[in-house]
C-alpha cells in the first residue's frame, strides 16, 4: 500500500509541471520569451475582439428595432390618428404609380441591344439573375460582384432583372454600390432601390427588413442619397412611405453640408408641386429642421426668400408650411438681421394661422428692445 501511494505522488509531481509547460510553452523558449509568438496571438485575439464587438453591435441595434417590425420581418408604418390628418391638411397627388409587372419589365429587356455584347456575357448574367431572384444568404457570384468596375453595368445589371430579386440580394446589392463612386451610386439608388422600395410599401403595405436596411445602408453616400431617394420621391408622397422614409432621416446622423445642400433644393422643389406647393418636400424640410443644424447664412436667407414668396399665395397653405415656419423661427431668430424679421413680421400679418400664427410673433418679438437699440445706434452713427 505504501508503495502504491508513493508512486501516485510521483505522478502528481510529474503531471503538474507538465500543465504549466504545455500552458507556457509559446512563451518561454530555452529560459527566454518568445515575442513573435506572442506578438501573433496577440493580434489574433484583437481581430477575435473587434469581430466580436461587430457582431454585438449589430444585435443590439436589432434588438432595438424589434419593436419597429412584425413576425413577418415587415416594418411597421406609425399609425397616423384622424385627428392628426385633419391637422396635417395633407395634399396628395391621387395620380396612382402602377405595379411593375413581369410583362413591362421583360419589354425593357428587349430594348437592350442583346447583339453588342457577347453569348457568353449574356447567358452567364442571366443565370446570375436566377441566382438573386432566390438569394437568402452566403456569398454573390463573381460577374455580379465586378459590376462598379465595368464601363456598361447598366446593361448587364438590366439582364439580371433587378426588379425580380429577393430583398436580401438588393440589401448586398446595396453594400456594393454604396460603396461606388457617386455617379453610379445615385443611378443604381434613383433607377432600382427606390422603386422596388415603393413597389413593396405598394402590395404588402409594409417594408420588408431587408429593404429597410438597404435604405439605411443607402446613408453611406448622402449626396447620392438625396438627389436619388428623397428629391424624387418628395414629388409624388404617400402616408406610409412618409413614415418608413422620414424614420431613417431622424435616426441616422448626416453631415451638415450635406443637408443643407439638400434642404435647398428641396425649397426648389416644393414650388414645383401642386398648386406651386409640394408637401413632401415640405415634410422632408421639417424633419431636417428639427435636426438644428449650424446652417450656413446664405441658406437661411434662402429660406427668408422662401417663405416671403408665399406672401400674396392664392390658396389656403398647408399646415406643413406654417410648422416649418414656426420651426425655422425659433431655431435661427438669433442669426436673423432686422431687415429679415421685419419681412417675417409682415408675412406674418397676411399669413396667420389662428393656432401657430401668434407663437410666431412671439419668437420674432423676442429681444425687440434689444433691436431697437441696434436700429438707434446705427442711425446716430449716420
Request: with cysteine; hydrophobic share 35%; charged share 30%.
Amino acid at each position: 500500500m505504501a508503495k502504491k501511494n508513493l508512486n501516485n505522488k510521483k505522478k502528481e509531481k510529474r503531471r503538474n509541471p507538465r500543465k504549466k509547460i504545455i500552458h507556457e510553452h509559446w512563451k518561454f523558449k530555452n529560459g527566454r520569451i518568445n515575442r513573435k509568438k506572442e506578438k501573433k496571438l496577440m493580434e489574433k485575439i484583437k481581430k477575435s475582439k473587434t469581430e466580436f464587438q461587430k457582431e454585438e453591435e449589430e444585435i443590439e441595434l436589432i434588438e432595438n428595432e424589434k419593436n419597429l417590425f412584425d413576425s413577418n420581418g415587415y416594418y411597421i408604418s406609425s399609425k397616423i390618428k384622424e385627428e392628426e390628418k385633419n391637422i396635417l391638411d395633407w395634399d396628395f397627388e391621387e395620380e396612382k404609380i402602377p405595379i411593375i409587372n413581369q410583362k413591362e419589365i421583360l419589354e425593357k429587356m428587349n430594348l437592350i441591344n442583346e447583339k453588342q455584347l457577347d453569348a457568353k456575357i449574356v447567358t452567364a448574367y442571366k443565370l446570375v439573375g436566377e441566382i438573386l431572384k432566390n438569394y437568402t444568404s452566403g456569398q454573390l457570384p463573381k460577374a455580379f460582384n465586378i459590376l462598379t468596375s465595368t464601363e456598361n453595368w447598366e446593361e448587364l445589371i438590366n439582364l439580371t432583372e433587378p426588379y425580380n430579386w429577393s430583398p436580401q440580394a438588393m440589401y448586398e446589392a446595396t453594400k456594393l454600390f454604396s460603396s461606388s463612386e457617386i455617379t453610379i451610386s445615385y443611378i443604381f439608388y434613383e433607377k432600382y432601390l427606390l422603386p422596388s422600395l415603393r413597389n413593396d410599401i405598394r402590395i404588402n403595405k409594409k417594408l420588408n427588413i431587408h429593404y429597410y436596411k438597404s435604405l439605411k445602408r443607402s446613408l453611406f453616400k448622402p449626396s447620392a442619397f438625396f438627389k436619388g431617394i428623397i428629391l424624387p420621391i418628395s414629388q409624388n408622397l404617400k402616408f406610409k412611405e412618409a413614415a418608413i422614409f422620414g424614420s431613417i432621416l431622424r435616426k441616422c446622423s448626416i453631415p451638415v453640408n450635406h443637408a443643407s445642400a439638400a434642404l435647398v433644393k428641396l425649397m426648389q422643389f416644393c414650388k414645383n408641386g401642386k398648386n406651386g406647393i409640394s408637401s413632401g418636400a415640405l415634410y422632408f424640410i421639417k424633419i431636417l429642421l428639427m435636426k438644428k443644424y449650424a446652417i450656413p447664412f446664405q441658406v437661411k436667407e434662402n429660406f427668408v426668400n422662401f417663405f416671403c414668396d408665399y406672401e400674396n399665395y392664392p390658396f389656403n397653405l398647408p399646415v406643413m408650411f406654417h410648422q416649418c415656419f414656426l420651426l425655422f423661427v425659433q431655431r435661427y431668430k438669433n442669426d436673423l438681421t432686422l431687415q429679415e424679421k421685419e419681412r417675417l413680421r409682415k408675412l406674418n400679418k397676411k399669413i396667420a394661422h389662428h393656432l401657430i400664427g401668434d407663437e410666431i410673433n412671439k419668437e420674432l418679438n423676442y429681444n425687440l428692445k434689444n433691436d431697437n437699440q441696434k436700429l438707434n445706434k446705427n442711425m446716430q452713427i449716420d
